[in-house]
C-alpha cells in the first residue's frame, strides 16, 4: 500500500512531487474537516471550500506544467 500511495505523489522521473504532496495533505484536511462537521452536526467553516479548490488545483498542477517542459523530439 506504500508503494501505491508513493507512485500516486512521486513525478515521471520517480521523485517525490512538493505540489502532488501538498494537494494530497490538503485534501485529506479538508475530509477530515467535513467528517468531524458531519459527525457533529456543525456547519463547516467557509474557509474548507477555498482549501478544497486549491487542494485540487495542487493536484492538477503537475499534469499542466508538463506541457511547457522542453521536449526535444528528434524526427529521423
Known amino acids: 500500500m506504500a508503494s501505491a500511495i508513493k507512485s500516486l505523489l512521486s513525478a ?13 495533505i490538503g485534501w485529506l484536511c479538508c475530509a477530515a ?17 477555498t482549501v478544497l479548490y486549491a487542494s485540487t488545483a495542487l493536484l492538477g498542477l503537475d499534469s499542466v506544467t508538463d506541457i511547457w517542459k522542453d521536449k526535444t523530439t528528434q524526427i529521423k
Open 12 to 24: 515521471e522521473r520517480g521523485s517525490l512531487s512538493s505540489k502532488r504532496l501538498c494537494g494530497f
Open 33 to 49: 474537516v467535513l467528517i468531524m462537521c458531519t459527525v457533529w452536526d456543525r456547519e463547516a467553516p467557509e474557509m474548507v471550500s
